[in-house]
């Protein structure tokens, strides 16, 4: 007895830039495989950079018309492009600084530059999740191939204990991840996000979605690496290899910002109230631990863990005051910190020392006189990520502000959550000006080497001019956060 | 009617009594032979349910695939494993204790969704969207209509631990030598033969 069902073959237009990074990432190994050994991870390093590229191009075609396709699994909207625009700008610059590291390193494998592509293949496929079971497939596609880039570097102890620290944690967040979307599911019966936003759309909430919720923002929270789910940040950044370091503080964040944004407000936007005292308390958390820990480090790779750890803060602000403003802020917030630390790690990288590369602050003792305009660069960088005018940074953070502050007629709550904002950013100055003392007043005992290839210039160079010539970026910028936001309302 | 419960006794009394002589034989091998008996026994079992495709499933892949690697590992692997059983009867109290009250939560599970209002409902509802066809042509609907998405995405998801296996694992040694057999066919004589004079009573 045979009864056809009919099927309906998907609609792959929305998702094409996915689909094609996928198989780019398979072919890429086939050119890994059977180009000459010598140069394989050199080529493949290439292609795999001009891919992302393409699928940039791909993704900026998109119309951002709202199209749900895979069975409402997968959706593309405003949002998703702009997220998607900001991850590939991050994995295309972070992959450009790794090949001279690992070719130093004598660790260049074609492997890398795979693992990237697949990473950056789940990160767009987070960002685009419409469904619970979506958002955890994406989740485990991004952080399994960032467990193996972390130990890549697989005979330095440090890296494969990152690697270890990383995996050991990233699971029980997924467990916890899975046990919230299964309470949910089992409480109100669906995964899909528009079903859940029809089911909950306020008025008395089970306790079981509620606790559900709060495990998957606890998930979340390890992913974008907010206190108190911060623990291992700080070790994987340190043991990592630096240019992974980089890959991890802009890409992955940005992504995991997205899906946070989206869970939190598509399914169980209409039940804010009853999640929003959370992310208010990971965010002040996040503020204040990024803040202070940072103080006490004399690692640089240490230093901007903490710092992302607060930035993450700033940016889950914008997520409690939950509306259009604060989503608008959120995601200008993104894309100012992705310059910053592209440059920083830009700059990172360049530290090397008779040809070791070195990551202490007093290393960077006495740059100005060696190498000026990277010290300056580095100064802008430092400048921005506290937050000071006229540079990018500051406008990131008065964003936020201003978002929190409209909310402030309605309860005087969120003027205290401002002002532990400012306060926190104000202490956060001290460790970056630190830097910015150490590189211009201190006086260096054996002088770093000048930064060999242009690539590290070159990006030190652009995020520095963003940064401080950011008013022409900001007006198109506010534009299309605006319109990227709006999408998720 | 009476056949398909003598059947299910059957098959039930063959899986527990293969499943006890999996964790009380002596010989690894035997347990390892003790399980592929238990997954057949289950597999009648599920076919007795009317779930042929899990039934083959069950039968291709864990006897056919997962006992064998068991098998492979219990004879690859140098582990004494009358040692590794001497504590057996020690932790038994605490085993036994562990058992009790996963059956008595099991039984509490099964009473409450015996009992509920609402489970009748419930239990209907997934069902609904499956009557058509039988089970291997629902299940494939599912899985690769349905779900398309999802299940692209676990194999994404198993290509990378593949890539990260190898990536981590992998080590070049030098001096294995190994078959290339293009190489070897095409090798030719004077490669392979060198023509010396040798002097009288010098040797090569």
């Known amino acids: 007895m045979f009864v056809m069902l009919q099927t309906v073959f998907p609609d792959l237009s929305a998702a094409t830039p996915e689909i094609f990074l996928f198989i780019v990432a398979m072919a890429l190994l086939m050119v890994g495989v059977f180009a000459p050994a010598a140069r394989a991870a050199a080529v493949v390093g290439r292609l795999a950079l001009l891919s992302l590229v393409v699928a940039l191009v791909m993704v900026l075609m998109q119309d951002g018309v709202k199209v749900a396709t895979f069975e409402n699994m997968f959706i593309v909207d405003r949002f998703a492009i702009f997220m998607k625009v900001l991850v590939l700008i991050g994995s295309a610059l972070t992959l450009l600084m790794s090949g001279r590291f690992f070719a130093e390193m004598n660790a260049r494998k074609f492997e890398y530059p795979v693992l990237v592509v697949l990473a950056t293949l789940g990160m767009m496929m987070m960002i685009s999740a419409n469904d619970l079971i979506a958002l955890y497939m994406g989740l485990e596609i991004q952080s399994l191939a960032l467990y193996v880039l972390a130990a890549f570097l697989r005979d330095q102890e440090r890296s494969t204990e990152a690697g270890l620290k990383y995996f050991v944690l990233g699971a029980l967040s997924s467990g916890m991840l899975l046990y919230g979307a299964s309470m949910v599911y089992g409480f109100a019966g669906t995964t899909q996000f528009a079903a859940l936003a029809a089911v909950l759309k306020g008025g008395e909430v089970a306790p079981g979605i509620i606790v559900g919720i709060v495990f998957i923002a606890a998930g979340l929270a390890f992913k974008v690496s907010a206190v108190p789910f911060h623990m291992w940040t700080p070790d994987v950044y340190e043991g990592a290899p630096t240019p992974v370091t980089a890959f991890f503080a802009v890409a992955p964040k940005v992504a995991a910002i997205a899906l946070f944004l989206r869970v939190m407000l598509e399914p169980f936007g209409g039940i804010a109230a009853e999640w929003r005292q959370v992310i208010v308390f990971l965010s002040v958390a996040s503020m204040i631990l990024g803040a202070f820990a940072a103080i006490r480090q004399n690692n640089i790779k240490r230093l901007m863990a903490y710092s992302s750890i607060g930035h993450v803060g700033y940016a889950l602000l914008g997520l409690a005051v939950g509306t259009s403003e604060g989503i608008r802020a959120v995601l200008v917030y993104m894309a100012i910190y992705l310059t910053m630390n592209i440059g920083t790690f830009a700059c990172i990288l360049a530290m090397r020392r008779q040809g070791q590369y070195v990551e202490q602050i007093p290393d960077l003792a006495g740059l100005s006189k060696r190498n000026l305009p990277m010290a300056i660069i580095m100064m802008l960088l430092m400048f921005s990520l506290a937050g000071v005018p006229p540079l990018a940074g500051f406008f990131g953070k008065f964003y936020v502000f201003k978002a929190v502050m409209e909310m402030s007629a309605l309860s005087s709550g969120w003027t205290v959550l401002a002002v532990i904002g400012v306060l926190s950013s104000v202490v956060g100055a001290f460790y970056y000006l630190r830097i910015v003392k150490v590189m211009f007043f201190d006086e260096a005992l054996e002088p770093l080497d000048l930064p060999s290839g242009r690539e590290l210039g070159l990006l030190m160079g652009l995020a520095g001019a963003f940064n401080l010539f950011f008013f022409p970026f900001a007006g198109p910028l506010l534009r299309a956060a605006g319109n990227a936001a709006a999408a998720l309302f | ?204």
């Open chain 2, 1 to 204: 009617m009476i056949i398909a419960s003598l059947a299910f006794y059957l098959f039930a009394i063959m899986t527990v009594g293969s499943a006890l002589m999996v964790i009380v034989a002596r010989n690894p091998v035997h347990s390892v032979l003790f399980l592929i008996l238990a997954f057949f026994s289950s597999a009648g079992l599920f076919v007795l349910l009317g779930a042929e495709f899990l039934a083959m499933i069950l039968v291709i892949v864990y006897v056919g695939a997962v006992a064998v690697l068991f098998m492979f590992v219990v004879m690859m692997l140098d582990i004494n494993f009358v040692e590794l059983r001497q504590g057996f009867l020690e932790y038994m109290p605490i085993g036994a204790l562990v058992a009790v009250i996963l059956l008595v939560e099991i039984a509490m599970v099964a009473a409450a969704w015996h009992f509920a209002p609402e489970a009748p409902e419930a239990m209907a509802a997934p069902l609904a969207t499956l009557g058509a066809g039988h089970n291997t042509e629902a299940l494939g609907n599912l899985i690769y209509t349905k779900y398309l998405y999802l299940f692209q995405g676990a194999g994404v998801v198993l290509l990378i631990a593949m890539i990260g296996a190898i990536v981590l694992t992998h080590r070049r040694r030098p001096g294995v030598k190994r078959q290339d057999i293009s190489e070897q066919v095409s090798r030719r004589r004077d490669q392979a033969v060198e023509m010396k004079r040798v002097e009288p009573g010098q040797g090569v």
